[in-house]
């Protein structure tokens, strides 16, 4: 191989699928986001494929707009599914390797609540827990919490980089070895090894400590999604793992070398944190039959649907023909510069509105092909230095799931790429992680030293 290590894979299982026609799909179970069954299975099918970590984007509102009218009604993405802080632990129980990670807000939760979730899921788990750090962005989430509309910019990235200082306070307030449970000497835990955190702060007044401890892993592992500029400066000071957005090799490359090239001013080595872009997989034995896959998917998006994510950057097109030019756009709309990118890809292939809506329903980075052929798009990007690996975002759910584990994971063991055993018992251990070390555990032991 061209670099050392191996590649990593996160599954992530929202909903039924990464493809807005996904519940159409004859083999995909419509009702599965309300049934536990449709979970377990994927979890299974990921850690028997020796997947890192699966993970659960969530949104805590309906963020799809019905527009244009009726739209919402046939899309079936991201409308109902369980909460992922409830459905983890449960999987949790029917799977002994894979991490488990998921979304929490924090512009909608406090940092206490979320500090005591996943350090119970991590104990669950055996260490297998890992917290997504989001801020939120749409109205409709900030109108289920007492909001007409969502925080400021700015105002939101300060109160998350706050937020995740004082989790990360609270998980370290008990020192690895605080609980003696001395029954003779009638001493359940070790006074000097537990700790007040007392912060005061803009956003934020917690006095601590968690009445929860003994991690397996230390800390959950932390991950994020780093696009924006500060978004980025977090990834690198803190973050474990980024799940990156790039549908080029030459963009994924300029993120990984941008994100990386910051850790060395917060005193960190460069793998100390995984990259993982997005990758949409649809396999088939031959080039045509996963052809015909990702086709049969398309066909079966509603053109409302269609229409919808299109709306924002050129507004309601459902009066016109659908297989006619694409007609510039009648008023202003929300974003001008996505108008001018989707009108300039219009024009330069001259598509018609529903060849537009598909390529952009199809588009982000995909990879449809055989097992070889996947393999080779992915071992590319890995070693090109674009990525540490991917975080697969399946069209549809079980289908491209299982497909992978049976044709794409033993693609790349054969080729050296991707591991044939987990190597260790957490998810921290699993991706390659440095353990992690209590920061007054740390703070004694240099004393210590210096005595």
Known sequence: MARHGMMKLGMS??????????????DVPADGTLRFEHYAHNAQTAERGLFDMIFFADGIGLRERDEPRGSLARSGYELVEMEPLTLLPALAVLTKHIGLVTTASTTYNEPY???????????????RAGWNIVTSWSEAEAKNFNREEHLEYDTRYERAAEFVEVVKG???CWEPDAFVYDKPGGLFYDERRMHLLNHRGKHFQVRGPLNVAGMPQGRPVLVQAGASEPGREIAAATADVVYAAADSLQAARAYYDDVKGRMAKYGRDRDELKIMPGVRTIVGRTREEAQAKFDRL?????????????????????????????????????????TERVMQRARSQNLTIRQLYKQIVGGGFYLVGTAGDIADGMQEWFEAEACDGFNVLPPYLPGCCDDFVEFITPELQRRGLFRTAYEGGTLRENLGLKPYV??????????????
């Open 13 to 26: 299982m929202r909903g039924l699928g990464y493809h807005p026609a996904a519940w159409r799909h004859p």
């Open 170 to 172: 609270l998980w370290d």
């Open 438 to 451: 209590n920061r007054h555990a740390a703070a004694r032991a240099q004393s210590a030293v210096a005595e």
């Open 113 to 127: 609540h979320v500090a005591r979730k996943f350090a119970t899921l991590d104990l669950i788990s055996g260490g």
């Open 298 to 338: 398309q066909d079966l998006t509603d053109p409302l649907v269609g229409l919808a994510r299109v709306y924002a950057a050129l507004g309601d097109l459902s009066g016109y023909d659908l297989d006619g030019p694409v007609p510039e756009p009648q008023r202003a709309t929300e974003m001008r510069s996505s």
